[in-house]
C-alpha cells in the first residue's frame, strides 16, 4: 500500500517508467498530484508493470497509489473486458477442498496455457496439483485499474488453497507467487510454507546434481512483471541457469530494465499502448544478445511474445522444460 510518510516525491519512480515521458522533477509532481487525491489524464497511459514500486528506494509503493486513481477515475477500467475475465476466472460452483497431502503444486488456470505434459515428470513427482478457478489469485485485476476486486478476492483464494491442508505449495504462476507475498506485507498470516516454483527447480537440481547434463544454450530471460514486486527472487534464476548449464544472454531489457510482455492489458489496451512495438523491441534486443532462445517464467510472457520469437529465428523455453532438458526428460 502507497505509504505517503514513506514518499519523499523525489519523482524517481516515474523518471524510471519506459512507457511515459517523465524526468525526477515532472515525476516528482506527477506523484504530488496522484497523492492529492487528482486522477490525471496520464493514468491512462499506464502498463501496469509494477516497475515503479521496484525502483522507489523508499519502498512507498507507487503503484498502489496508482492504481488506486485508476479506478477511482474510472477511465483505466475497461467494463467489456473485467466482465469477459470474470466469466474466464471467477470461481463458479460449490468449493470442496480435496485433501492435497504435505506437498501441493498451485497450477491455478495457468496450466491450460502449456502442454499438460510440462507439470509431469520427476521434478513435479509427490506434488499434489492444485487446478482451477478456485486457486485463481486475481492478481490480473491490477493490471486492469480493479485494485477493490483484487483485495476482495484475495483472501478467499489463499483459505482456498489453505483448505487442502497441504503444509507447503508450490507456485508455478509468478502472479500467485505475488499475491501471497502482497497477503503476507498486508499483514495475512499464510497457513502454508509458499515456495516459488524457482526455488523448488533450484532445490530439485541441487538434490539431483547427478543427473544434470549440461544444456549449453544461452538464453534471454523474460522477466514477469510480478517479479518487480517479489525482486528477492531474482537471483534464483541465475543460480538455475548456472546448475542446468545456460548462459543467461547479456541483453538490454532484462532485471530492473525488463519490458512488459503486452499480455498485461488484454489485446484492446495493448493495442491502444502500442505495446506491440515494445515487444518488437524487446525480440529484437534478445537477437542482438546473440542467444539461443528465450526462457520464460510466465506461461502468459510466453504465449505473449513465442510467435515472434520464434519468427526471428529464437528457440522458446518454458522454465522448468530447460531444467527437463538438462535431466534428459526431454
Ligand atoms: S514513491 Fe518513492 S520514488 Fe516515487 S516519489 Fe515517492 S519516494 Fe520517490
Ligand atoms: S506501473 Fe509501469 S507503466 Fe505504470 S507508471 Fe509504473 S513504471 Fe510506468
Known amino acids: 500500500m502507497y505509504d505517503p510518510k514513506k514518499c519523499d516525491l523525489c519523482g524517481k519512480c516515474l523518471a524510471r517508467c519506459q512507457y511515459m ?3 525526477e522533477k515532472s515525476g516528482a509532481d506527477a506523484i504530488k498530484e496522484l497523492a492529492s487525491g487528482k486522477t490525471p489524464e496520464w493514468l491512462n497511459s499506464c502498463i501496469t508493470c509494477f516497475a515503479c514500486s521496484e525502483t522507489c528506494p523508499n519502498s512507498a509503493d507507487p503503484f498502489d497509489l496508482i492504481v488506486t486513481r485508476m479506478e477511482q477515475s474510472g477511465a483505466y477500467l475497461d467494463p467489456a473486458l473485467v466482465a469477459a475475465m470474470h466469466g474466464h476466472f471467477s470461481p463458479k460452483g460449490d468449493y470442496t477442498p480435496a485433501p492435497a497431502g504435505e506437498r501441493a503444486v498451485s497450477l491455478c488456470t495457468i496450466y491450460s496455457v502449456l502442454p499438460p505434459e510440462t507439470f509431469t515428470g520427476r521434478l513435479f513427482e509427490g506434488l499434489t496439483p492444485l487446478r482451477g478457478r478456485f486457486f485463481f489469485c486475481h492478481i490480473l485485476y491490477l493490471h486492469m485499474g480493479n485494485k477493490s476486486f483484487f483485495e476482495k478476492e484475495m483472501g478467499p483464494a489463499i483459505e482456498r488453497i489453505a483448505a487442502t491442508g ?8 509468478d502472479d500467485c507467487y505475488t499475491m501471497i507475498r502482497m497477503a503476507q506485507n498486508a499483514g495475512v498470516k499464510i497457513p502454508f510454507k509458499p515456495v516459488h516454483l524457482l526455488e523448488h527447480l533450484r532445490d530439485w537440481l541441487k538434490s539431483n546434481l547427478i543427473s544434470i547434463k549440461p544444456i549449453n544454450k544461452t538464453l534471454a530471460y523474460q ?10 527472487k531474482e537471483a534464483l534464476v541465475d543460480e538455475i541457469f548456472e546448475l542446468i548449464g545456460a548462459k543467461r544472454a547479456e541483453r538490454e531489457f532484462d532485471r ?3 519490458l512488459c510482455c503486452g499480455q498485461n492489458t488484454g489485446d484492446a489496451l495493448a493495442a491502444r499502448k502500442n505495446m506491440g ?3 518488437d523491441k524487446n525480440i529484437a534486443d534478445a537477437v542482438k544478445s546473440g542467444a539461443d532462445g528465450m526462457a520464460f517464467l510466465c506461461p502468459m510472457c510466453m504465449g505473449a511474445l513465442g510467435e515472434k520469437a520464434k ?5 522458446t523455453w518454458f522454465i522448468s522444460d530447460l531444467c527437463k532438458a538438462a535431466i534428459g526428460e526431454i
Not at 223 to 232: G, I, K
Not at 311 to 315: C, F, I, Y
Request: proline share 3%; with cysteine.
Open 223 to 232: 522477466r514477469p512483471c510480478a517479479s518487480r514486486l517479489t525482486a528477492e
Open 21 to 23: 515521458d517523465f524526468d
Open 311 to 315: 519468427n526471428a529465428g529464437l528457440e
Open 256 to 258: 530492473e530494465n525488463s
Open 277 to 279: 512495438a515494445f515487444q
Open 166 to 173: 497441504a503444509k507447503e505449495v508450490v507456485f508455478v504462476h
